[in-house]
């Protein structure tokens, strides 16, 4: 028996598949969009900028402005947010051996609303500090969960910090509230920045992203044995040699790093950290080396896929990202059940 | 050459004492088997060895502390089969056994073809090649048992912790994994200490035997030594009749009760001792 | 009749009614004739006994028109965002987003006014005796001199607010017929920085068509009047010129509009067509809503009008 074959890894066919379908989907991203573009001129545009090619695609000023500053800095975007959560998703659902958890698991879904509502209604929605503000909120409510945690006992075993984590989260919940409640005219773009949106983002958002989603995505691909290894519980993975709350604690930073990112520049897009992962698993097998760089492949092209629906089906109206997501998580959580009663599990 | 000794080895849950003071010593190729009644913290003190479970008191292997040796080093030189392991049910044999080189590889390291063909003999020693590539939820409880025990194989350690092994083994495979470790304790003079229920196969496999009874070594030394209906007695209460197999070798059969005979806990021990 | 002999009888009156107004504006406004008109009256299907002194105003457009129809003196409570004229500011304020009917008659009123009824205000008020007028926003300019109108029954200013319509009406007119014939020019009329805008169809691109100019968020309407367009789809309509009504409320201004990634490709953006509009011109319904015409219109069709 070849030795190699029991032993799963990411073969050559799984990462052409995922990346096939990242690449369609971009491919699909840029021709398709609010504005009818023949496709054939929006190929001729993107060749154009190809060195030592010249092209002349024939698209007026604007509708060239439309592809390269509107639809690419989007579609690039959606991709790092969606890579960067389904990664931290995966990692979280690793480390706490629990497939219900998510990049915000703890306290980072609420700590960024909180920053943003605090931001929103010092300076408006348009200021430049909401981002920054949401991301110190998200970055601050994972700090605080970890305190709590540790304080709470029992050696920041993951149970405790999941629980620590709905403690932080339930509190800043109820500040974000009450802070709502004081500025009630700022209602409407909270709960906009909430559903999440990708609407007015161009190349600086990407440069803002690009170093934290490259950092986090890179640090958990490199934990990915870990995780496999984690799976037999703290306790057997300690006789391993393998320190659980310390790569608990690294895999929580780089995956807190990336969402908190993502969260500031794109607002809470919830559902791709948690189904992106499950797909995967359903379609690839258990093992974390090989769900993990799926997950990033997938994520991005689930994003870029879901927010070619937000800004296309209601056109020229925009549907929150959030909203779609929802949409196609909700069912898929049912196939998912369905399917999981014969599985093996996690 | 490792060994593996403990000092004052005192285990608390919520206060409770599970090891109230153990001393224990494990030679390089000495294969000591614990035995006790249910409760008597067997597993506890296996766990305390293993550095899995705070406790009080000293461990040492090969001489060293375990607190200076670190995590990895001390896992490169113990390995512990639990009890009731956690089996993934979606990870197949293969990269289950696979996990046992973990503390041989660097922290983001990845396995090489080296660790792959010690993980596939392991299964192949363990009479599991077969299993390679299955999930572990396809398993039955032997075939898991056997490959729990293939990964520890696959750990090639020097030091080997076992706890209950053969409990879900027909009599068959009991026999095949208890010869097993008994093989690699000669090819590699590993240090074996286990936990087994079973007293005949305690007797005749230890070198030595550990008697542990609330928490406490009351019996040390071969077999006869330990296994008397006295402190058989301590066993619940059990009904016992102890006899000599045909090499010499020590069986401990359990008794029926006869009819007419006085039924209670402490009578039947004494009913065995008279005989 | 002959355009070009209305204009300079239309400036005419325009000066004549301006410099009036001009002299019925001022401290001495509080010392005004009395109200005329006869009580008891019904307006707008309310019964109004006397001539009201005690008038609350829950809009800030509704406020402007009272102070402009001599009606100021009258009134004794307005919400907090009537801040025009200076003398509307001064008097005593109430939210009107937790409007009550304890708020109200706390100011014991003889009259309230309304844009909007949060949920049985007017049955509540009613029960206590207290006439309501519910002027609920215009959907064109009509209706905005029919609220002067009723107002002006409603506190005894007939003959000022029918002074008031006269002078809206003109100035109106000097102003449309000053623009040059031509093609119609588009605009984007921004709400919001979420990109909602505003129809043709609506009371301000009402306005606005008396101008020539036609909206591009028609294309897009979805039946309200107020759709939400897309970067895309602005970029792909290159509108001659860019309306903005965020400036106060969410930090807008040409500048950061042209900041916007594709936006500088834009022709408005390129030529400075890029108008700031006061917001709060932009959403009341007074009598300032000349003063937005004009702004407008100066700034697209350039030199003086009107």
Not at chain 1, 148 to 173: D, S
Not at chain 3, 27 to 36: I, R, S, V
Not at chain 3, 168 to 179: C, D, L, P
Request: some cysteine.
């Amino acid at each position: 028996m070849n030795p190699e074959k029991p032993l799963r890894r990411v073969g050559p066919t799984g990462l052409a598949v995922a990346l096939g379908l990242l690449i369609a989907v971009l491919v699909g991203g840029v021709l398709v969009g609010a504005v009818g573009l023949a496709p054939g001129r929006v190929l001729a545009e993107l060749v154009d900028r190809l060195p030592w090619v010249s092209v002349d695609s024939g698209l007026s000023r604007q509708e060239a402005a439309i592809i390269w500053d509107l639809r690419l800095p989007r579609l690039v975007l959606a991709a790092l947010v969606g890579a960067t959560l389904a990664a931290a998703g995966a990692a979280y659902q690793g480390v706490f051996r629990n497939p219900l958890a998510d990049p915000y698991l703890l306290g980072v879904a609420a700590g960024a609303g909180l920053g943003a509502t605090l931001g929103i209604v010092s300076a408006g929605a348009a200021s430049p500090i909401v981002p920054g503000a949401a991301f110190a909120g998200a970055v601050g409510a994972v700090l605080l969960t970890y305190a709590l945690g540790g304080v709470a006992g029992g050696g920041r075993a993951g149970t405790t910090l999941i629980l620590a984590g709905v403690a932080v989260a339930a509190f800043f919940t109820a500040v974000q509230t009450f802070v709502q409640q004081r500025h009630a005219d700022t209602v409407r773009e909270v709960y906009s920045w909430i559903l999440g949106r990708l609407s007015t983002v161009g190349w600086t958002e990407v440069g803002l992203l690009a170093p934290y989603a490259v950092v986090s995505v890179v640090l958990l691909l490199l934990h990915r044995r870990l995780l496999d290894v984690l799976a037999v519980g703290e306790e057997e993975a300690e006789t391993l040699g393998v320190g659980a709350a310390r790569v608990r604690l690294v895999v929580v930073l780089a995956a807190t790093l990336g969402t908190a990112g993502a969260v500031a520049v794109g607002g809470l897009i919830g559902f791709v950290g948690l189904v992106v992962p499950h797909a995967v698993r359903l379609l690839a097998g258990t093992s974390y080396r090989v769900i993990l760089p799926l997950s990033v492949l997938g994520g991005a092209a689930f994003l870029v896929a879901a927010d070619l629906g937000a800004r296309t089906i209601l056109a020229p109206a925009e549907i929150p990202i959030g909203v779609i997501t929802a949409f196609v998580g909700g069912p898929f959580f049912a196939v998912v059940l369905r399917t999981s009663r014969r599985g093996w599990g996690p | 050459m490792t060994g593996i000794s403990a000092r004052g080895i005192e285990v608390r849950y919520n206060g409770r004492p599970a090891v109230a003071g153990v001393d224990l010593e494990v030679a390089p190729g000495e294969w000591v088997v614990l035995v006790g009644p249910n409760g008597s913290g067997k597993t506890s003190l296996l766990r305390a060895l293993a550095g899995t479970v705070a406790a009080v008191g000293e461990v040492e292997i090969g001489g060293r502390s375990r607190g200076i040796l670190g995590r990895r080093r001390a896992a490169r030189l113990v390995a512990l089969v639990p009890q009731d392991p956690v089996l993934p049910g979606g990870m197949t044999a293969a990269e289950y056994v696979l996990l046992g080189r973990t503390p041989h590889l660097g922290y983001w390291a990845a396995e090489g073809a080296a660790d792959r063909r010690m993980a596939l003999a392991a299964l192949e020693r363990l009479d599991a090649a077969s299993l390679a590539g299955r999930p572990l939820g396809a398993l039955s409880g032997g075939e898991r048992q056997r490959v729990v025990l293939a990964r520890a194989v696959a750990q090639d350690s020097a030091v080997l912790l076992l706890d209950e092994p053969t409990a879900s083994l027909d009599i068959g495979h009991q026999q095949q994994v208890l010869d097993l470790v008994e093989g690699l304790r000669q090819e590699r003079s590993i240090a074996v200490l286990g936990a087994l229920h079973d007293l005949t196969l305690a007797a005749q496999y230890a070198d030595r035997l550990v008697l542990l009874a609330r928490g406490r070594v009351v019996a040390e030394g071969p077999a006869a030594a330990v296994l008397t209906p006295e402190h058989l007695s301590l066993f619940s209460g059990a009904r016992v009749v102890l006899l000599s197999g045909p090499g010499g070798e020590l069986v401990v059969a359990p008794r029926r009760e006869a009819p007419g005979e006085e039924r209670g806990w402490g009578a039947s021990a004494r009913a065995g001792a008279e005989e | 009749m002959n355009r070009k002999a209305l204009v300079p009888v239309a400036a005419l009156a325009l000066t004549a009614s301006l410099a009036l107004a001009a002299c019925g504006e001022g401290p001495a406004a509080e010392t005004a004739a009395p109200p005329a008109g006869t009580f008891p009256v019904e307006v707008e299907g309310t019964l109004i006994p006397a001539a009201p002194q005690r008038i609350v105003s829950a809009a800030a457009s509704h406020t402007e028109i009272l102070y402009a129809i001599e009606a100021g003196g009258q009134v004794v409570a307005t919400d907090q965002f009537s801040d025009y004229p200076e003398e509307a500011a001064g008097t005593p304020k109430f939210d009107s987003f937790n409007l009550g009917v304890e708020t109200v008659a706390s100011f014991d009123p003889d009259l309230v006014i309304l844009s909007f009824d949060p949920g049985d205000l007017q049955a509540g008020l009613a029960a206590l005796g207290i006439p309501t007028l519910l002027l609920g926003p215009p959907v064109a300019l009509e209706d905005v001199y029919g609220q002067i109108g009723a107002l002006g029954q409603a506190t005894g200013r007939i003959a000022e607010a029918e002074r008031l319509i006269e002078e809206m009406t003109t100035a109106v007119e000097g102003v449309v017929t000053a623009i040059p014939a031509g093609a119609a020019i588009t605009y984007y009329y921004e709400l919001d920085p979420t990109l909602y805008s505003l129809t043709s169809r609506t009371f301000i691109g009402g306005l606005l068509a008396r101008l020539g100019m036609q909206s591009i968020a028609d294309a897009a309407d979805d039946g309200s009047g107020y759709p939400q367009l897309s970067g895309e789809f602005i970029l792909a309509a290159d509108p001659d010129f860019i309306l903005l009504a965020d400036i106060l409320c969410c930090g807008q201004s040409a500048a950061s509009v042209a900041a916007r990634p594709g936006w500088s490709s834009l022709a408005a953006v390129e030529a400075g067509r890029v108008v700031e509009l006061d917001d709060d011109l932009a959403q009341r319904w007074g009598p300032r809503i000349v003063d937005l015409l004009r702004e407008v219109a100066g700034a697209v069709h350039g030199g003086e009008t009107g």
